[in-house]
């Protein structure tokens, strides 16, 4: 079966400091996997997508096969990117049934 | 575009009430919907992924009956939970999957807070 997994719960960094949140999954088949996005009060939004292989707000995720990993990455911290980030992968095909991890809530201090 | 209207967005009521919530794509049509139930400061559960004009599919561990899923049009998703408890109260949110977007992950709702007294 399908897992997901983010190992950190919290994670808390300084404005301007690098920050890595970490996906691990498992999957038998070809894996499509997503970051998520939750801020304060508002609703989940797509952050990124593995196969588009771009940047969001200076976020970027590498997917590792080898690794099974999905990290996302930025390399400096902004005090506006503080949320909750959920790594999900597509177990549905076209149905895009979505498989999330337990979420890491990002704290950036000014 | 890709809109996900959810309503109410907060609901309390007594125990042993039915409680409906909607779900609407605004913009585009919606083939998939899904709705889950999400914890205090937890992930995403999936309750069940529901086909506009068939039956919704459940997850293990998911109470049909007393989940009532109905996918009438392409545009709005219901959810019921009928004779509702106190332990049923928690925050729901639907998405929903776009025929116009079938390249695109899920659009998400605000979600719906229920709280049972």
Request: proline letters at 4%; one cysteine or more; aromatic letters at 12%.
């Given at each position: 079966?399908?897992?997901?997994t983010?190992p950190e719960?919290?994670l808390?960094?300084?404005?301007?400091?690098?920050?890595?949140l970490?996906c691990?999954y498992?999957y038998s088949?070809?894996?499509?996997?997503?970051?998520?996005v939750q801020?304060?009060?508002?609703?989940?939004?797509?952050l990124?997508r593995?196969?588009?292989?771009?940047?969001?707000k200076g976020?970027t995720?590498?997917?590792?096969?080898?690794?099974?990993?999905f990290?996302?990455?930025?390399?400096?911290?902004?005090?506006?990117?503080?949320?909750?980030y959920?790594?999900?992968?597509?177990?549905?095909g076209?149905?895009?049934k979505?498989?999330?991890?337990?979420g890491?809530?990002l704290t950036v201090n000014? | 575009g890709?809109v996900?209207?959810?309503?109410?967005?907060?609901v309390?009521?007594k125990?042993g009430t039915?409680?409906k919530?909607e779900c609407?794509?605004?913009?585009f049509q919606?083939?998939?919907?899904?709705?889950?139930?999400?914890?205090?400061?937890?992930s995403?559960?999936?309750m069940a992924t529901s086909?506009?004009?068939?039956?919704?599919?459940?997850?293990?561990?998911?109470?049909k009956?007393?989940f009532?899923?109905n996918h009438?049009s392409?545009?709005?998703?219901?959810?019921t939970v009928?004779?509702a408890h106190p332990?049923d109260?928690?925050?729901?949110?639907?998405?929903?999957?776009?025929?116009a977007?079938?390249?695109?992950?899920q659009?998400f709702?605000d979600?719906t807070?229920?709280s049972?007294?």
């Amino acid at each position: 079966a399908q897992r997901v997994t983010q190992p950190e719960k919290l994670l808390s960094v300084f404005k301007g400091a690098p920050v890595e949140l970490k996906c691990n999954y498992s999957y038998s088949g070809s894996p499509e996997l997503f970051w998520y996005v939750q801020y304060s009060r508002q609703r989940l939004q797509l952050l990124l997508r593995h196969i588009s292989r771009e940047s969001i707000k200076g976020f970027t995720a590498d997917l590792n096969k080898g690794e099974t990993s999905f990290h996302l990455k930025k390399p400096f911290a902004q005090e506006e990117d503080s949320a909750m980030y959920y790594c999900a992968l597509n177990s549905g095909g076209s149905n895009y049934k979505l498989t999330f991890g337990k979420g890491t809530l990002l704290t950036v201090n000014p | 575009g890709a809109v996900v209207s959810q309503h109410p967005s907060w609901v309390i009521c007594k125990s042993g009430t039915s409680v409906k919530i909607e779900c609407r794509s605004l913009d585009f049509q919606a083939t998939t919907m899904f709705w889950y139930r999400q914890f205090p400061k937890q992930s995403l559960m999936l309750m069940a992924t529901s086909n506009e004009g068939s039956k919704a599919t459940y997850e293990q561990g998911v109470e049909k009956d007393k989940f009532l899923i109905n996918h009438a049009s392409l545009t709005l998703s219901t959810l019921t939970v009928t004779s509702a408890h106190p332990e049923d109260s928690s925050f729901y949110i639907c998405s929903a999957v776009g025929a116009a977007y079938s390249n695109q992950p899920q659009h998400f709702g605000d979600g719906t807070r229920l709280s049972i007294l």
